[in-house]
């Protein structure tokens, strides 16, 4: 450090024409932001790995940028933005900054680069690697990152595998803030106003039938997350196909429909083969029909450090 002083006191001796560089970290500029290539796609938005490069000599640094698919669902990725930016937890994925063109009508989110991609891609391609004990250790990880959301007051509404982000093979990240919604002081649930297209095989009761979300609704989305994860996110065996395979395939809203009643009745996906008997009943834990019967972050936490240490 004493060096790099040393030296820009020099610099500033033979420059001093210059005026001092006065530049905001999180403002990138579109012209310096090189896309390397595609990281993955949802429902609505595109996630590109670039190199952000402002000295042109390849030195730069790698990030993930998220734009949206269609232009006009902007206002929904500026929500998001003002979501991930207030977040601080070594659970939840970086916010670095936005990227915006010439007139501010096209805006996209720079964040931190998670390497090993999302559990959904992450699980199956190193599932010869992986003990239950290290998907145990990713479990309890993302309880954390939702305990502090829920402090925050955020509901995060799309938990799923495909929204955990893996930095390395003992750390994961909860990412996608797309759906979250912040819960006002005086209501305990968010209440959806506009049809989306829903994470529905993820969602509670209550959020199919009323269109509420309780922090309870993001246990019972953990849940499912938990299921994936226990099987390795296994494609033969993800939860709309556990659904589709046991309520039976049907077409357009009778689906939905299907799927509240069989909640209703009690149905609830069955334990995977790889996942032991202690772990399905944390699971089942998470998907009480009612939100006031079911576990807490808190208390999962609690149950996880048991089972890691
Ligand atoms: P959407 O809102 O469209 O679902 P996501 O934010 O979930 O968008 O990103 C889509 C996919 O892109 C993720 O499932 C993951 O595979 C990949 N991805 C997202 N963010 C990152 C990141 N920071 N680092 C690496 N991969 C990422
Ligand atoms: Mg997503």
Redesign the pocket.
Known sequence: RAIVRELDEKDLHLTDTIPPQETDPTDFKSRFLKKIRK?????????ELCLYDPKGDQTGELV?V?SLKTENESSNLRKEISTIRNLYHENI?KYKGICSDEGGANIKLV????PA??L??YLPRNKSNIDQKRLLLYALQICQGMEYLGSQNYIHRDLAA??I?VENESLVKI??F?LTKSIKDDKDYYKVTEEQDSPVYWYAPECLINRKFYKASDVWSFGVTLYEIMSYCDRENSPPQVFLKSIGRSHGQMTMARLVDALEKGWRMPRPDTCPEMVYTQIRRCWSQAPENRVDFKSLIEEFEFFVN
């Open positions: 990281l993955g796609e949802g429902n609505f938005g595109m996630v993930a998220k994925v964040m931190e680069y998670l991609g999302s959904k891609d495909r929204n982000l990412g996608d797309g």
